[in-house]
Each structure stands twice: as C-alpha cells, then as structure tokens.
C-alpha cells in the first residue's frame, strides 16, 4: 500500500488555491452523506447548501478539478467524491503519530473517522514512563525515546501534538528532524517550523472565544435595539407638566403640586 512519505498531493503544482483546499473537505463531508443515502447526483445550489457556501464559489472551486458538472443533471455524487477524495490524497495510506496521549491525545485516538478518511493512527507517544506499554484504542503507548524510529519504521510524514505547551516546540524539532513534514497543533502556543514543513493549529480556548465575542455583540445589539424605541407620549395630567418649562426652559425636577 502506497505510504505518506511516497506520495505527496497535487494540489499546490496544480495551482489550487488555499482558499479552494479548505474547503475540498466540506463538499467531501457532504457529498459523502449523499453518496450513503445513494443519491446519484446533485446540483450545485444544493451541494454549496450542504456545505455551507454560496454556488458560485463552489462552482469555481470545482472548476480547478476539471469537474462542471452537467447542465440540468447537476454533479454525479460518486465521481465528486473520488475526484476530491484523489485530490486531498485521501485513495491512499497517511500513517500518522499522536504525540501526548493525555485526554485530548487519548481521544484523538479514539476518533473512528481517521482510517475511513484515508489515515492510519501508526503510533501513541507520550513522555511519561508510567504510560509506556499501556494500551489507548487498542494501540500500545511508546515512550518519545522512540520517537524517531517509529517515524521512520512507519514512514510517517504527518504528526499530531496534543502535548502541554511547554513540550510542544521540542517535540515540533523532533518530528520535523525526523523527517515529519505536516503537523497538527493541539498546543495552545505557536510553532516555529521551517519551510516546507505545514502546519494546521486548532485551539478550542480561541475558538470559543470567538464565539464569546459574537454573543456579547449580539447582546448589546439587543440593548441598543431595546435603547432605540421610544417611550410612550405623555397623556393627560402627565401631558400638562410635561408642557411647563422651568426658568431656563428645562422641565423642573420636582413639579409643584
């Protein structure tokens, strides 16, 4: 079986742009549960509703894949999902290593959707002596003394850090040295990596503050818009002194009886 060391994807000698590439996993996604539901095809309006874009965008991503679909037809699902499946390199073998098998570790490593979408869990590291040899889904945790061989006995190109962000740096050198060229981020802190090596973060703390600010904008929006309406005119008793002015033509504080 083709390795990840062996066979690198397209995308970037076929002039894709990263915009484009981000989003190939998302029609992915969606034309997958399509393809489970045994739909033939779908049009473009339909599949960018899906995926969560406007059609004219998806319609130019595909257009760097060759793939216009057919007037009146729509998209064939199945031949979507192997030309995107071919070009995120997804038809073959991506061995990976998770290093720190803490409990976001441990439950990267329990995430069934990795070898349905092309990628082999081919090693758990973790620094601790204590976790060598014990066994997370169903793989047995090695300890980072062995980090360079597992890299090279498994051909690995892509490494996933779920370590404490003090250790992170350190184990990026390593993996990088080793010859790992993608890494996944989980450490809250920032990696410095050489060209050619690509790196993906994903922190949860950020992204939840995010969405912390958007919910604070939309709650002073609803202040303001409950700001913005204006009290109910005067009437009666409340009209007539609201209409006496006072010496320099401002309503008296206390209104005589």
């Excluded at 904008?217 to 006072?246: C, F, L, M, Q």
Aim: glycine share 10%.
């Amino acid at each position: 079986m083709a390795t990840g060391r062996t066979h690198r994807p397209a995308t970037r000698s076929r002039g894709i742009p990263e915009a484009t590439v981000a989003r190939l996993p998302l029609y992915l996604r969606a034309l997958t549960a399509l393809s489970e539901r045994s739909v033939p095809t779908v049009s473009s309006e339909e599949l960018a509703a899906a995926a969560g874009v406007n059609s004219a965008k998806l319609r130019k991503d595909f257009s760097y894949l060759g793939s216009y679909g057919t007037r009146g037809v729509g998209y064939d699902v199945e031949y979507l999902v192997y030309q995107i499946s071919r070009e995120l390199g997804l038809t073959q073998d991506w061995p990976v290593v998770i290093v720190g098998i803490g409990n976001l570790g441990a439950a990267l490593a329990n995430y069934g959707g990795f070898a349905s979408r092309g990628f082999r869990v081919a090693a758990l590291i973790d620094a601790d002596p204590a976790m060598a040899g014990k066994p997370v889904a169903g793989i047995p945790v090695q300890h980072t003394d062995e980090l360079e061989k597992i890299i090279s006995d498994n051909g690995v190109s892509i490494g996933v850090i779920a370590t404490p962000a003090g250790a992170a740096q350190q184990v990026c050198e390593r993996l990088v040295a080793a010859g790992v060229t993608s890494i996944l981020n989980f450490a809250p802190t920032v990696l410095s990596v050489p060209d050619g090596v690509d790196v993906r973060k994903v922190d949860l703390s950020i992204e939840l503050q995010i969405l912390a600010f958007h919910e604070q904008r939309k709650a002073g929006e609803e202040t303001e818009g409950e700001a913005a309406v204006p009290p109910a005119a005067p009437t009666g008793a409340a009209a007539a002194a609201d209409g006496r002015k006072g010496p320099d033509g401002d309503v008296p504080a206390v209104m005589p009886a």
